[in-house]
């Protein structure tokens, strides 16, 4: 009795054991309407942009898979490099660091895709309407994509700053653009899915206040 005590405020997900602060975030998979991709085109628009977002994401996903590969072998060699022929090219570490940044940013706007981000749990453990607690979401999407709109255009500042100056690596030699165009890739990546996001809640509500309407007729 006292185990099932215990384990009452969790929620299993295939082998683990999460919190379920929030019922629709803690469901896998996550409902469409908070997902920014959704399961289904309602119109030809939305099957070609799902189309499109497809390329997209295959595009991403194999650069993240690229740039993981060549980091492990950059990393691999430095270390046969330096601890065996006792030879060490710091401009392996300069590629390191390039790659890096990659696979980070690119990281940033597929997690934005999935939903993967940091999420909090209060406003369902105060509000329980289901309409009010998507309309906080759908106004904090909008926040989020605001911000990331803000963040970008710093980004692409700084970067057109860095390829205005010329400055290049130190050992390498290469522009120090390289290394900030990772910053504008990531901030537009979240920038899309926000909005992508923000757009497929806003129709959630709108769906959900109809069903709501017509449910009051009913009853009257």
């Not at 999407?141 to 970008?152: E, L």
């Not at 901030?187 to 709501?212: C, D, H, P, S, W």
Request: with cysteine; hydrophobic share 45%; net charge positive.
């Amino acid at each position: 009795m006292q185990q099932e005590k215990l384990s009452a405020p969790y929620k299993s997900v295939g082998e683990a054991k999460i919190y379920d602060y929030d019922p629709d975030l803690s469901a896998h998979p996550i409902p469409p309407h908070l997902h920014a991709i959704p399961n289904q085109a309602n119109h030809k628009v939305d099957s070609v942009l799902m189309r499109f977002e497809r390329l997209l994401n295959w595009t991403f996903r194999s650069m993240m898979l690229l740039a993981g590969l060549g980091l492990a072998v950059l990393m691999f060699s430095q270390v046969i490099m330096r601890y065996v022929l006792e030879s060490p090219f710091t401009g392996i570490e300069e590629a390191s660091i390039l790659l890096a940044v990659w696979i980070y940013f690119l990281g940033m706007g597929y997690a934005t895709r999935e939903r993967e981000h940091i999420h909090g749990g209060i406003v369902s453990l105060i509000v329980k309407d289901p309409y009010k607690v998507g309309v906080i979401r759908f106004i904090g999407s909008i926040t989020c994509m605001i911000a990331a709109i803000i963040f970008g255009y710093f980004a692409c500042k700084y970067a057109l700053k860095e390829l205005d100056r010329g400055r290049l690596s130190v050992n390498l030699r290469w522009p120090r653009g390289l290394w900030s165009a990772s910053m504008i890739v990531g901030f537009a990546m979240m920038v899309g899915y926000f909005l992508l996001e923000t757009i497929n809640e806003f129709r959630y509500l709108r769906r959900t206040r109809r069903a709501r309407q017509s449910q009051q007729q009913a009853e009257v």
